[in-house]
């Protein structure tokens, strides 16, 4: 396993002079990436081919499943829609059986607001793969909250509870998996397209999950801020400044509270 991450990387960095935009920025995060334990003994290897549009070139990738996952999320949380529709789009030529190939393409359409199309890919994770729990929450919170669709909702939900329950000791990885993903969903829409009213929805879904989620905490607290600033609406700027207070007073996540106190020392000044 180490011999192919080891040739994977020297093929990349061989690429370097033809490489494209997003071959590059994939060359650059698997350099620097550590493989985790479960990739570096992981028997389950995936390929695929990005092509540079201006050269023809093509550009091999040959990496364990879960760090082609990892790559993906990379470039979401980037904010590299369009270099990570390329690479889904070449990797669905070769793992169409993939269902983070699916979830990851629902998460785009549901950034981008095409939120029919990302029902329709995240159903699509489901059929190939019926298991997969992150799709099964998605749905649950998109009925919920996006289509008040509570019959829905809960039958995605019943699913997903009853996968927590045979996850035993992994169930807490799958829900920080969600809240994790979910926020960075929001994150992205606050960032990237400054949707404030969009992120506030992802980081309530988040909470749903988790209610002591502080990192979505701290976010929907920013999100409060941006947005009641934006719209001059006080009793929503206040909200977020209760919050921010509390996050900076009793988070747990140091980091979530060194970051609320910095935020609200720079308001104060």
């Known amino acids: 396993?180490?011999?192919?991450?080891?040739?994977?990387?020297?093929?990349?960095?061989?690429?370097?002079?033809?490489a494209d935009q997003l071959t590059d920025e994939l060359n650059a995060f698997l350099k620097n990436k550590t493989p985790?334990?479960?990739?570096?003994?992981?028997?389950?290897?995936?390929?695929?081919?990005?092509?540079d549009s201006q050269t023809g070139e093509s550009m091999l990738f040959v990496i364990p499943r879960q760090t082609a996952w990892s790559c993906m999320d990379h470039l979401f949380e980037k904010g590299e829609a369009q270099g990570l529709k390329r690479m889904c789009d070449a990797y669905s030529a070769t793992n169409r059986n993939d269902p983070f190939l699916y979830f990851t393409r629902g998460r785009l359409c549901e950034v981008e607001g095409e939120l029919d199309k990302a029902i329709a890919e995240y159903r699509q994770s489901l059929i190939v793969s019926p298991k997969f729990s992150l799709s099964k929450y998605f749905l649950s919170a998109f009925y919920a909250f996006d289509k008040n669709d509570p019959q829905e909702s809960q039958k995605y939900r019943s699913d997903f509870d009853k996968d927590l329950g045979a996850a035993g000791e992994r169930a807490n990885v799958i829900k920080k998996?969600?809240?994790?993903?979910?926020?960075?969903?929001?994150?992205?829409?606050?960032?990237?397209?400054?949707?404030?009213?969009?992120?506030?929805?992802?980081?309530?879904?988040?909470?749903?999950?988790?209610?002591?989620a502080e990192q979505a905490q701290l976010n929907l607290a920013i999100a409060y801020l941006n947005k009641g600033k934006k719209m001059r609406d006080l009793a929503l700027y206040g909200q977020g400044m209760e919050l921010l207070k509390r996050i900076g007073r009793q988070a747990k996540d140091q980091l979530a509270r060194k970051y609320a106190s910095e935020v609200l020392n720079e308001i104060a000044e």
Request: glycine share 2%; hydrophobic share 55%; with cysteine.
């Open 1 to 18: 396993m180490k011999k192919i991450i080891a040739i994977a990387a020297v093929l990349l960095c061989a690429a370097r002079a033809y």
């Open 177 to 212: 998996d969600v809240v994790y993903v979910i926020t960075q969903n929001g994150i992205y829409l606050m960032n990237k397209k400054r949707d404030f009213t969009a992120a506030i929805l992802q980081f309530k879904k988040a909470l749903a999950l988790d209610p002591d």
């Open 36 to 51: 985790t334990t479960a990739e570096s003994l992981s028997q389950d290897i995936v390929q695929f081919a990005i092509t």
